[in-house]
């Protein structure tokens, strides 16, 4: 008789490791988020998976995740690249905030809230970005079979769009979401004849032995 794991396809949805805010570039992965994307490598090759699809967001945080935890697992794989992966412009919804006082994350709240409450449709919009995640799982799910598990390398926002679908939540459920995702975490789907489901969110047991300095959110 096959076991739940050996029958059903997985998708694995992994944050990237701790980008660089204090730096020039925020998009390159800072010494804790090698070290993060190393152990989520070794999370990787422990649990034994038969891989199927390995797909990366085109950002470079996400791409050098992909590369320094398939590396640490021993996989040898390129990870397919597709841009639906890529986190939302928080530079650019930053920018377009009312200017009120505020925390940076409270700044990234507002922003977002009224981003996910726009109605229009088109590159940029919040429609936009949350149909081309979902278009991006589906591609997924397609190249997906029995039994094989799908490793996605990309961020919180894409894992908190996904997520918040799956749950049928409102904005306030993306928003609560998305604060929240590790770097370095893995989220874990089943895709069957009834669809897709969350099993798992952010787990990231892997990283806790490493101490307080291995969990970020940025």
């Not at 709240?109 to 995640?133: C, I, K, M, Q, Y």
């Amino acid at each position: 008789m096959c076991s739940y794991a050996e029958a059903m396809p997985i998708i694995y949805l992994m944050r990237h490791g701790k980008a660089s805010p204090e730096a020039d570039d925020y998009d390159e992965l800072s010494g804790t988020g090698y070290e993060q994307s190393r152990l989520l490598g070794a999370e990787l090759e422990r649990r034994g998976l038969r891989v199927g699809p390995v797909v990366s967001g085109s950002l470079r945080r996400q791409q050098q995740t992909a590369r320094a935890a398939l590396a640490e697992a021993g996989m040898d794989v390129e990870p397919t690249v597709d841009p639906r992966w890529d986190e939302y412009d928080h530079l650019r919804l930053l920018a377009q905030d009312s200017g009120e006082p505020g925390t940076l994350q409270e700044r990234l709240d507002r922003s977002l809230s009224a981003w996910t409450s726009e109605e229009e449709t088109g590159p940029g919009t919040w429609n936009h970005f949350r149909d081309g995640v979902m278009a991006a799982l589906s591609d997924v799910n397609a190249r997906l079979e029995k039994g094989r598990t799908a490793l996605v390398f990309t961020s919180a926002g894409v894992i908190a769009t996904v997520c918040s679908m799956l749950l049928d939540t409102s904005p306030a459920g993306f928003l609560a979401l998305n604060r929240i995702v590790v770097n370095g975490s893995v989220t874990k789907l089943l895709h069957g004849r009834s669809g897709t489901q969350l099993l798992t969110f952010n787990d990231h047991a892997h990283l806790e032995h490493g101490g307080p300095a291995l969990m970020t959110y940025r």
